[in-house]
């Protein structure tokens, strides 16, 4: 009985300690996905380092807005409006013909945005490094970065949008491309007078050239949104290079404004 019971005991601990085995993963010959290499900033030096091509212009320099059309984006002939966006363009229409101005964001130092931001009546300087293109205009201090070190749009899901959006530029020839998405939903215009939003779907590309021996930007805008506006709205504006400016630090305060009549709630429709 002894013999029988140690025998059965020693079966059982065998039988116990081959699930163990089975039941164990084998730590051995298990790996993990290797982490794919984190995004360098635009400014590391490992990224500055990396050998690229070499650019065809180089943008580096203060520019100032000079277009015949005027600053503004006016739409194309015959543009259509969502219902949407129709509602706040029959509004500015009211309110102009009233001698008001309608939702004066820009007055009011929300920021102007892409692409107003780019037109204004204020100098653009502009720092191009490898990776990277600094854009500050002088409206609002605002600072526009173009991503040149070949990462994509971020997934729309997990973006932080913006009023200047996310500009990711590329080379094709002698043009530089640059795909500007994830913009904000509100307080951004297309066209602050005639009362056109931008949307979250705002889609804008622009294809810049420098001509006269660098002395000028062309910029081929075509802006699409299907939250605002049927189709795409295509527009061509000029810069000058103006060497004799630097840009300044000029801060939008609402205090400061108080001597526009826009300001006032009587003038400013919302």
Request: aromatic share 8%.
């Amino acid at each position: 009985m002894r013999t029988s019971r140690i025998g059965g005991m020693g079966s059982l601990a065998a039988f116990v300690a081959l699930m163990l085995v089975v039941a164990t993963p084998d730590v051995s010959t298990q790996s993990e996905a290797p982490a794919g290499p984190a995004q360098l900033g635009v400014l590391a030096p490992a990224n500055l380092a990396k050998p690229r091509p070499k650019a065809p212009f180089d943008l580096t320099g203060t520019w100032l807005h000079n277009s015949p059309t005027g600053e503004r984006f006016d739409p194309p002939a015959g543009f259509k409006l969502t219902k949407q966006a129709q509602v706040h363009y029959d509004a500015a229409q009211k309110a102009t013909a009233e001698g008001k101005v309608y939702r004066n964001d820009i007055g009011l130092c929300w920021p102007a945005g892409v692409p107003i931001m780019m037109t204004r009546v204020w100098p653009v300087s502009m720092i191009q490094l490898p990776t990277s293109i600094f854009m500050i205009s002088e409206l609002m201090n605002s600072l526009r970065i173009v991503y040149m070190d070949g990462r994509s749009h971020t997934d729309p899901d997990i973006a932080v949008r913006s009023f200047n959006g996310e500009s990711i530029g590329r080379w094709e020839g002698d043009t530089l491309v640059i795909d500007t998405t994830n913009f904000v939903d509100d307080h951004h215009w297309i066209h602050d007078r005639l009362g056109i939003p931008g949307s979250d779907a705002l889609h804008i590309v622009e294809r810049i050239k420098m001509i006269e021996a660098g002395a000028r930007l062309q910029i081929d805008f075509s802006r699409t949104d299907p939250k605002n506006w049927e189709g795409t709205w295509n527009l061509t504006k000029f810069w000058r290079r103006v060497d004799d400016r630097d840009i300044a630090e000029v801060e939008c305060l609402p205090d400061l404004n108080e001597h526009m009549p826009s300001v006032n709630s009587n003038a400013n429709v919302r």
